[in-house]
Nanobody, 117 residues
Framework: VQLQASGGGSVQTGQSLTLSCVAS????????MGWYRQYPGKQRELVAA???????NYANSAKGRFTISRDNAKNAVHLQMTNLKPEDTAVYYC????????????WGQGTLVTVSS
């Protein structure tokens, strides 16, 4: 499985961006997809991820501003980000995880989001 993320870029405070990630290979609708971000020198952290079916978990900083969605027909996961803030500046990674055997855990290559004030 390979994940190809896109949609990052440079925006100003208050603007919006939508990140997209498409998985190649065999993805099931029960596989969990999500988005994480990483600040320089920090560990990767959750932004939003599906935890079961259409139930998603969001970081507190993302609640009310970001929306994760999934298109199972296209093996894609999207992250709509609104009201962006400078502290959202980070590299964003998509992720897919399968619990059932054989399990797997894959990361995309990362896409940079820069929010200027």
């Amino acid at each position: 499985v390979q994940l190809q993320a896109s949609g990052g870029g440079s925006v100003q405070t208050g603007q919006s961006l939508t990140l997209s990630c498409v998985a190649s290979g065999t993805i099931h609708s029960t596989d969990l997809m999500g988005w994480y971000r990483q600040y320089p020198g920090k560990q990767r952290e959750l932004v939003a991820a599906f935890i079961s079916g259409n139930i998603a978990n969001y970081a507190n900083s993302a609640k009310g501003r970001f929306t994760i969605s999934r298109d199972n027909a296209k093996n894609a996961v999207h992250l709509q980000m609104t009201n962006l803030k400078p502290e959202d500046t980070a590299v964003y990674y998509c992720h897919v995880f399968r619990r059932s055997t054989p399990s797997f855990d894959y990361w995309g290559q990362g896409t940079l989001v820069t929010v200027s004030s």
